[in-house]
T-cell receptor, first 107, second 116 residues
Framework: EDQVTQSPEALRLQEGESSSLNCSYT??????LFWYRQDPGKGPEFLFT???AGEEKEKERLKATLTKKESFLHITAPKPEDSATYLC????????FGAGTRLTVKP | GAGVSQSPSNKVTEKGKDVELRCDPI?????LYWYRQRLGQGLEFLIY????????KSGLPSDRFSAERTGESVSTLTIQRTQQEDSAVYLC??????????????FGSGTQLSVL
């Protein structure tokens, strides 16, 4: 069965303190790995899609990387507005989401 | 509208009552998904529709849950005889085509269901 595990569950950073979020997965036939951002009271918002090991995507302070077993979302010099829950999803036979990492960035 | 629209945004109901949740997908999107998100948890797949194909109902937790979609437009998720454990945010998402190489899901803001 396809599984997605995200860690840590919650992460508190000071503004400017870089860190990484992890998404470990097992899937039969990976068709894509997705990162979404979810703000309180809103639906998830698409960030990145990664398809093959070694691939990287960047957007502002965020960079997503992919290996055969996991993906990392690196946050460089985060700002308070980066505070949100970050969700990872894998597409195999269906789209399966992890429980998310709740990121808080303090000024 | 330009995005996925869900209504109502909040629904409070009594245990045992039926509820109906509505989703208007983005025009032109053939795939439509329903997910459930319990407080502090990830998204739990419920059902998806792809064009006129038979829906994948494999995620529906019980026979109290059902969903319909007319063509490639509005979908309704119905929960009969609601229970307290049904309390959650119900999210709808749509995409141009399920399984497409660069499929992106566009989510609505969800319906917060509270069963008293």
């Amino acid at each position: 069965e396809d599984q997605v595990t995200q860690s840590p569950e919650a992460l508190r950073l000071q503004e400017g303190e870089s860190s990484s979020l992890n998404c470990s997965y097992t899937v039969s036939g990976l068709r894509g790995l997705f990162w979404y951002r979810q703000d309180p009271g809103k639906g998830p918002e698409f960030l990145f899609t990664l398809y093959s090991a070694g691939e990287e995507k960047e957007k502002e302070r965020l960079k997503a990387t992919l290996t055969k077993k996991e993906s990392f979302l690196h946050i460089t010099a985060p700002k308070p507005e980066d505070s949100a829950t970050y969700l990872c999803a894998v597409q195999g036979n269906d789209m399966r989401f992890g429980a998310g990492t709740r990121l808080t960035v303090k000024p | 509208g330009a995005g996925v629209s869900q209504s109502p945004s909040n629904k409070v109901t009594e245990k045992g009552k039926d509820v109906e949740l509505r989703c208007d997908p983005i025009s032109g999107h053939t795939a439509l998904y329903w997910y459930r998100q319990r407080l502090g948890q990830g998204l739990e797949f419920l059902i998806y529709f792809q064009g006129n194909s038979a829906p994948d109902k494999s995620g529906l937790p019980s026979d109290r849950f059902s969903a319909e979609r007319t063509g490639e437009s509005v979908s309704t998720l119905t929960i009969q005889r609601t229970q307290q454990e049904d309390s959650a945010v119900y999210l709808c998402a749509s995409s141009f085509l399920r399984g497409a190489p660069n499929e992106k899901l566009f989510f609505g803001s969800g319906t917060q269901l509270s069963v008293l």
